[in-house]
């Protein structure tokens, strides 16, 4: 699919002919995840650039990629990487999407501060997800039941979760299903039974992280490849970008873009101060 999308590349450099060069509003749309990078970078490049506007709205990474083959933005954020069947949507809209990798993160699995659990398996983290596992007392901990914390399907931390954690195994229909991250921090934070799992970027003191395999999702383990629930965050187009859409991403792959991406607790792509 890479490939493919590499040959789309050629192709939108001409198909990206037909944007106005000149375009000073830019509309972003998609991941939870990406979202506040988005919006940092949207601040300040604004605060430069007097006469651009810059929208940024979190609606989900599928949600965000769909926009963009319906042409309602210029930009998808998505937390993961475009599916075959949207690439192959987006060219029977004559949409032609490119990707613009800008950030690393981890999905990093959370419990309540409370619990004594520090460190899961992923095949344990798969077991209480599908509902096989139920009671902490099984993984470690106190003679409790497990409330299952897991994310809506529009949410590409879902389809990364359930590409490297469930392995095509169903979510228990128990789970409690919210819409970001921000909103699984909070349902964790306010149930001492509760896990769930957000991007790196979303770790709070509210809750606990907990190491996979013995391997804590960070900086240094991502970069390292050790951690294995690691990802890449994108930026996509339609077409080779041109005009005010090809500078904002510029900006968010220039040095002073990727200490937003560090300042918002995710991976830069590259050491950055």
Sequence with gaps: MKKVLLSLM????F?????????????M???????????KAAEKYMESH??????????????????LIDGSTDIANSSRFIKDAEVKAAIDAKRYPVPFEIALDALVPIVNPANPVTDLSKDQLKRIY??????WKEVGGEDK???VVGRDTSSGTFEVWEEKIMNKARVTTEALVVASNGAAVQAVAGNPLAIGYIGLGYEDPAVKAVKVDGIEGS???????????????????????????????????????QALVKECGFVPLRDVR
């Design 10 to 13: 050629c192709l939108s450099v």
């Design 15 to 27: 198909a990206g002919c037909s944007w106005a060069a000149e375009k000073k509003t830019v509309d």
């Design 29 to 39: 749309n998609g991941s939870t995840t990406v979202l506040p990078i988005a919006q």
């Design 50 to 67: 007097k006469d651009v506007t810059i929208t940024v709205s979190g609606s989900g990474s599928g949600n965000g990629i769909k926009a």
């Design 130 to 135: 599908a509902g096989e596992i139920t009671n």
């Design 145 to 147: 039941a497990i409330a």
């Design 219 to 257: 900086v240094q383990t991502v970069r390292g490849g050790t951690y294995s629930l690691a990802r890449a965050l994108f930026m996509f187009t339609n077409g080779w970008p041109t005009g005010t859409v090809a500078d904002v991403l510029s900006f968010m792959q220039s040095d002073e873009g």
